[in-house]
């Protein structure tokens, strides 16, 4: 049974940094992409980083590019997303989500509906 558990969210000021995990359990990451989704209070979800199931290929959305990192231990079945120079407008329920590509490549996509396994999220604020 695919599972993904979120964890890490929390409180931080605008500027700083922040990393979120995701644990999985019950399938392989070599063949899975995984990505980062977010939805703030009053908007629509964002896909907001993906990782192919090479753990090579990365993708990220304009609004976080340069300033996120998602990367993956596969020893530990385990994706993070690092955020750091973060603004108020991250503030979000962020949560990651698995896609069963079925094999090893470096492509990924942030477009929600291609992903069936999520997790639960974890909230982040942005406060001073």
């Known amino acids: 049974q695919w599972r993904l558990v979120e964890s890490g969210g929390g409180s931080v000021q605008p500027g700083g940094s922040l990393t979120l995990s995701c644990a999985t359990s019950?399938?392989?990451?070599?063949?899975?992409?995984i990505a980062w989704f977010r939805q703030g209070s009053g908007k629509k979800r964002e896909g907001v980083a993906c990782i192919g199931s090479s753990g090579h290929g990365t993708d990220y959305a304009d609004s976080v590019k340069g300033r996120f990192t998602i990367s993956r231990d596969k020893a530990k079945n385990t994706v993070y997303l690092h955020m750091a120079s973060v603004k108020t407008e991250d503030a979000a329920v962020y949560s990651c989500?698995?896609?069963?590509?079925?094999?090893?490549?470096?492509?990924?996509?942030?477009?929600?509906?291609?992903?069936?396994?999520w997790g639960q999220g974890t909230q982040v604020t942005v406060s001073s």
């Open positions: 989500a698995a896609d069963d590509v079925g094999d090893i490549r470096d492509f990924c996509s942030k477009v929600d509906v291609l992903y069936d396994y």
């Open positions: 019950g399938f392989n990451l070599d063949y899975a992409a």
